[in-house]
């Protein structure tokens, strides 16, 4: 069974960022971006627990969760609780990722 996908705002922005970005120096890169993305999302519609606990072993706060992309230094912040999987940011690796997602 899979969950709900609900991006909000600010992720979507965030991908749409990315992406931009990317095209400016390899437009193939921006495409293959946007499909691992696409492919991560639809993962945790089936899969909620795939990323770890974030922060870091933190139990009260099971269901904030952060999912690492293979390809590209990106990092994908949601909220995972029935009926749905909440994307809240997509944040690139090197930036100061806490005060970003304080709102998780």
């Keep these: 069974m899979s969950l709900a996908l609900v991006i909000r705002p ?7 960022k990315i992406a931009a970005d990317l095209d400016d120096y390899d437009p193939a890169a921006s495409a293959r971006f946007l499909a691992d993305i696409r492919a991560a999302f639809d ?3 089936t899969f909620p ?7 870091a072993n933190d139990p009260a706060h099971a269901d904030k969760r952060r ?3 293979r390809t590209f230094p990106v990092s994908i912040f949601y909220r995972a609780s029935d009926p749905t999987i909440t994307i809240v940011r997509v944040l690139h ?10 709102d998780l």
């Design 10 to 16: 600010q992720a979507r922005r965030d991908v749409n």
């Design 43 to 45: 993962r945790l519609t």
């Design 49 to 55: 627990g795939l990323g770890p606990l974030w922060p």
């Design 67 to 69: 999912l690492v992309l």
């Design 93 to 102: 690796q090197a930036r100061d990722i806490p005060p970003l997602i304080e």
